[in-house]
C-alpha cells in the first residue's frame, strides 16, 4: 500500500515511546501488507507481543468509532490517506 511516511496524530492517550512504536510498527505493516484486514492485524499482534493483550486495531480510509480504552492505551493517527485506530481494553 503507498503511502508518503509522514504520521499526523488526531487523538492520543499514550506514551511518547508507544506512540513512536505505534506509528513505525503501522509503517512497516503498510510496507509488508496491501490489505486493511492485514495491516490491522499485523499492528494488532505486534502490540500484543510487546505491551501484553488485549490490543484491537482498525486501519481503513472511513470508519466511525467509539471505543473505551484503558488509561493511557489510545492512539488514533494518519500515515498518508490510510488511518489507524489503536487500543488495548480487555
Not at 496524530?9 to 512504536?21: A, C, G, I
Not at 486493511?36 to 486501519?59: M, Q
Request: aromatic share 14%.
Amino acid at each position: 500500500m503507498s503511502t508518503d511516511k509522514r504520521a499526523v496524530v488526531k487523538n492520543v492517550d499514550m506514551s511518547d515511546e508507544m506512540q513512536q512504536k505505534a506509528i513505525d510498527t503501522a509503517i512497516q505493516a503498510l510496507d509488508s501488507f496491501n490489505i486493511e484486514k492485514d495491516i490491522a492485524s499485523y499492528i494488532k499482534k505486534e502490540f500484543d507481543k510487546t505491551y501484553n493483550p488485549t490490543w484491537h486495531c482498525v486501519v481503513g480510509r472511513s470508519f466511525g468509532s467509539f471505543v473505551t480504552h484503558e488509561t493511557k492505551h489510545f492512539i488514533y493517527f494518519y500515515i498518508g490517506q490510510v488511518a489507524v485506530q489503536l487500543w488495548k481494553c480487555g
